[in-house]
C-alpha cells in the first residue's frame, strides 16, 4: 500500500477504484423470490422490531409483501439498552420468519447480536449489523466470511469514513455483498429520537459503489414522520428503505412509537413508486 | 397567562391556536410583483451570498428570474466570523438590489444585522434574520415592530422551540408576516457545513401555521448536494427553498463552494417544478 | 495581511503576536476598589442571575463579597428564550447595582443586551456579552470602541477560533479590555444543561493572552455540580470563576436550579483558595 | 419489577439501592500485588497504548511502576477503524504483559474485542471494554459470567444512563467488579479528538456506587493537554486515571499524539498527589 491508500483506506468500498454501481441480490433457497439492491434496484424492507408471535408475523409480513414490501424484516434477538426489557423470542423467532419467508416467498432480514449467533441465522438472507454493533469488528470480520449479505447500520455517532471502513473489514475478508443503511445520528435535538442525516445518502453514493439505503422509523422514532422522511429519502437518491409495520402499534412489544399500521404502509409505498421516477440522480 | 402556556409559550406561533396555514404576501412598490409563500404557496429565493457588482447581481438575477424564483436574493451586509474577510458592499449593495429589483420585477430578501440599517432597509422586502442573531432579542422585538415579513434562520444549535419563541418575539410586537427557516445545524460530522434536518420541516408544520422553507446552499455548503437536498426538501413538504446562484463560483467574495451555476439552478428549478406535485402534505 | 494571516486571523488575540498574559484592570469611580485578572490575578465574580428587589441584592452581594468575591454579577436586562418570561428589572436593576457597588466597593460586571443600551450601562464595570450574542457584530464592533472591559461568552456551539474571532471584532475596535468565559457547550448529553468544555480552558491560554474565566453554574445548571466543576476549572488554570449565588434558589425568578446559597458560596471560595496553588500552569 | 423499576432500571448499579461506594480489588495470582479502587483508593493506570515489543514495554512499565502507577495498561489486541492498520501483536503481546506483571508485580488491564477472547485473557487483571463495545450485549453478558473486574468505557456518545444500563449487563450476570471510565465524549469541536466531559464524575458518583475513572489522553487526543486534564479529573472527585505513556511517542505505532514520556509522567503523578487531599468529595 501507498502512503494516499493509508490516509484513504477504504480500498474496496471506495468508487474510486470500482466505478460502477454494486448491486446485490438478495435471497437464496427456501423457496423464495431472489430481489436486487443497487444499480438502479429499489428495495423496501419492511416488517415489526421484533417477531413477537406467530399471527403478529404472519399478518404483518402479508400485508407488507402485498403492498410492495420486497424484503421482510422482524428482529428475533434484540438489543436492548436494559439487560430488564423483552429481548426477543430467540430461536423461536428465526423459525417464524423462515415460516413467513416460504408463506410470502420474500427473503428475510434480521438483526445478528454476535458471532455465536452465526449458524443459527442460515435461513436470514440479510445478516443485519445494528448501529450499535458498527465496529464491532470481530463480529464484522466473520461476516465477512460468510457469503449472504450484510446490512450495516451506521453508528449513532460515526462517520461517513468510519462507516466505508467498517464495511472495509467485512470487503477485506472476501464477502463483496455490503449494504449501508443511515438511520440517524445522536444530536442536541430530541424532538426525534435521531437527527435523520439525508445529506448521507448522496454523499455516501458519491464515496463508494455500495448500495444506500434509508431507515426512516429509527431515525425519527416517530410514525407520523415515517412517510415525509421516506419521501425525501427517495428524492434524495436512497436505494432502498427500511420501515417498521405493526398492525398494532401501541401494544407493540418494542418501538412502539415509531410503527406505522400495514393500510398506512400500502399508502406510503404507493406515494413512493409515484415520487421515484423524479429522484436525483446523477 | 396559565401555567399550561407558560410551559408551550409560543402562543402566537402555535397551529393549536391558529389551524389554519399562514399565507404570507411579499414585495410591495418599487414595481414589483408580490408573491405568497405558505398555505400551498411555493417559492424559490435565488441569487448570489452577496452582491459584488453590478453586473454580477444583474446577470445573476436576471438568470434566476428568468429560470423560475420567485424572490431575489443578495447580501449587502454581511456577517462574517472574522473582522478582515469581506464584509459586504454595505449601501451601495442596497442601491443595486433595488435596480436589481425593478429590472425584474421580483422581490428582494438581504440580511439585516443589526437595529441600525432598518431605515437603510427600507426597499428590502423581507428581512432575513441570520443564525447568528437568532436570538438577539432587541433586534426581534424591532423587526416586530415593522410591516414587512421577516425570514428567521434556526440558529446554529437551536432547538424548534428556541425557533418558534425566536419568532414569537416578532410576532408579540405585532409583526404577523413570519417565515421560518431551516438551514442545517451544527453535529459532529464534518463532510457538509452543518446536517441538514430535513425532519424539521414536518415538525414545525406540525407545531406551527407559519411558512417553513430549507436552505441547502448553507446547509451542506457544497453545490454538488445543492440538487439532491433541494429535491429531498421538497419531497418532505417545504413551502420554499433559499438557493445561493452565482454565474462564476470559483471568484465569489464568498461561500465560494456551496454556489450552483446559473445553468445548474434552471435545471434544478425544472426538476422542483416536476416532484411538487409527489411531495407529502398532511 | 499575508495569506497565513488570513487563514488564523485572530491577528491581536494569538497569542504568538502577544506572548505575555493580558491582564485585565476592573472598576474605576463609584468609589469602588479596581481589581485584576489574568497573569496570574484569579478573580471569583458571584451574584444573584437576575438583580430582583433591594433586599433581594444587597444581602446577596454583601455575602459574596465577604466571602470573597472580586467582583459582583447581576442581571439588569435578561435575554430569555420566551418573551413571556420575566425581562429584568431594567433600569431599576442597573440602579440597585450601583447602590450595591457603592456598598460593597466592588466592581460590576451585567450582561448588555445591545446597542441600544451602552449609555444606560455608564455605571457598570465589565460588559458582558451572553452565549446569545457571540456573534452579534453590530454589538461587538460598538463595545470595541468602549474603554470598559468586555466579557465575551462563548456561544451555545461556537468552537474556540469562532470565540476568538468575536473577541478579534472587540479588539480591532480597540478595546484591549477582553475576558473569555467557557460556559458550556451543546451536545446531545441533557443531564446536565449544557457540557462544560473544560479543556478549552489549557486550549485557550495556548491559543491567546486574554484570561479565561469559567461559569459552572450556566454550563451545569445544577447547584449540586457548582463545587465539583468549580474545583476542576480552578484545577485546569482557569484565571477566574462566575457563579450564580441566591439566598433562596427555590425562589428565584429565573434560573433557581442552579444558584447556590451565600453558606455555600463561602464554603466552596475557601475550596478554591486551598486548591489554587496545586492548579495547572504551563 | 414494578414499573418505577422498569423507568429506572440499573437496579443493581443505582446508589440508591446501594448506598456505599463499590471497592473494587484488582489483581490476584502471577505474584502481582493486588490493589484497591473505588470507596477513597485512588488508582492510576498507565502505560503504551499498544505492546510494541519487549523493549518497549518493559522499560516502560518500569518507569510508569516506578512513578506511582498501581496498575499497568497495554493493548494487545487492538480495535482499529480501518482494518488495514496495525492491529496488536496478539498472542505475544499478552505473554509480555504477562512478563511485566511479573517484573513489576503490578495488575494489568488490556482491552477484550470478543467473546473469542476471554479464555486467552486469563493472565490479565481487569478486562477492559472499549468505547466501540460498550453496548456489545454478547460481550458484556460473558464477561459478567467471569470473576475479574471489568473496566467499561463511555461509548463516543452514550449517555450516563446507558453507561449505567450496560454495566447493569455484566453485574445483572453475577459480576460485581465494574469500573466506569469517562473518556470523552464526541461533539462539533474537533480541537481535541472528543470533549472530555468532567462534569460526568460528580454525576456518576451520584447516581452509583461503582468506581469512576477519567481517561484523559483519549479524551484530549493531545499530550499537552494530559496534565490538565488529570488535575481537573482530580479535583471532580475521580477515582483514578488511565493515562498513556510511551518513551518515544513520536515513534508510535498507535495514539503518537496523546502519549506523554516518562519523565512527564512522573512529574504529572507528583502533580497529582498533591492536589488529591483538595479534590472535590461529598
Known amino acids: 500500500m501507498t502512503t494516499a491508500q493509508v490516509k484513504k483506506p477504504y480500498l474496496l ?25 443497487g444499480g438502479g434496484n429499489f428495495q423496501i424492507m419492511a416488517g415489526p422490531c421484533s417477531v413477537e408471535s406467530d399471527e403478529q408475523i404472519t399478518e404483518i409480513a402479508a400485508a407488507v409483501a402485498a403492498a410492495g414490501a420486497g424484503i421482510i424484516r422482524g428482529g428475533a434477538y434484540k438489543p436492548r439498552t436494559s439487560p430488564y426489557t423483552f429481548q426477543g423470542l430467540g430461536e423461536e423467532g428465526l423459525e417464524l420468519l423462515l415460516k413467513v419467508k416460504k408463506l410470502t416467498k420474500k427473503p428475510i432480514i434480521s438483526e445478528i447480536m454476535g458471532l455465536s449467533h452465526i449458524e443459527e441465522y442460515s435461513h436470514v438472507d440479510i445478516f443485519q449489523v445494528g448501529a450499535r454493533n458498527m465496529q464491532n469488528y470481530e463480529l464484522l470480520k466473520a461476516l465477512g466470511r460468510q457469503e449472504k449479505p450484510v446490512l450495516i447500520k451506521r453508528g449513532i455517532s460515526a462517520t461517513l469514513r468510519e462507516l466505508l471502513l467498517s464495511a472495509e473489514y467485512v470487503l477485506a475478508e472476501g464477502n463483496k455483498n455490503v449494504i449501508l443503511c443511515e438511520r440517524g445520528i445522536r444530536t442536541y435535538d430530541h424532538y426525534t429520537r435521531n437527527t435523520l442525516d439525508l445529506s448521507a445518502v448522496p454523499i455516501l453514493k458519491e464515496m463508494t459503489h455500495l448500495p444506500v439505503i434509508v431507515d426512516p422509523s429509527h431515525a425519527t422514532g416517530r410514525a407520523e414522520l415515517v412517510a415525509p422522511m421516506s419521501l425525501a429519502a427517495v428524492a434524495a437518491g436512497a436505494d432502498g428503505l427500511m420501515i417498521e409495520v405493526h398492525s398494532n402499534p401501541e ?16 399508502k406510503l409505498a404507493a406515494q413512493i413508486e409515484a415520487i421515484r421516477p423524479f429522484a436525483y440522480h446523477k
Open 251 to 266: 401494544a407493540a412489544l418494542s418501538d412502539a412509537l415509531q410503527a406505522i399500521k400495514p393500510e398506512e404502509f400500502a
Open 13 to 37: 468500498a471506495d468508487r474510486k477504484n470500482h466505478p460502477e454501481d454494486t448491486v446485490v441480490t438478495v435471497g437464496t433457497g427456501d423457496g423464495c423470490e431472489p430481489v436486487k439492491i
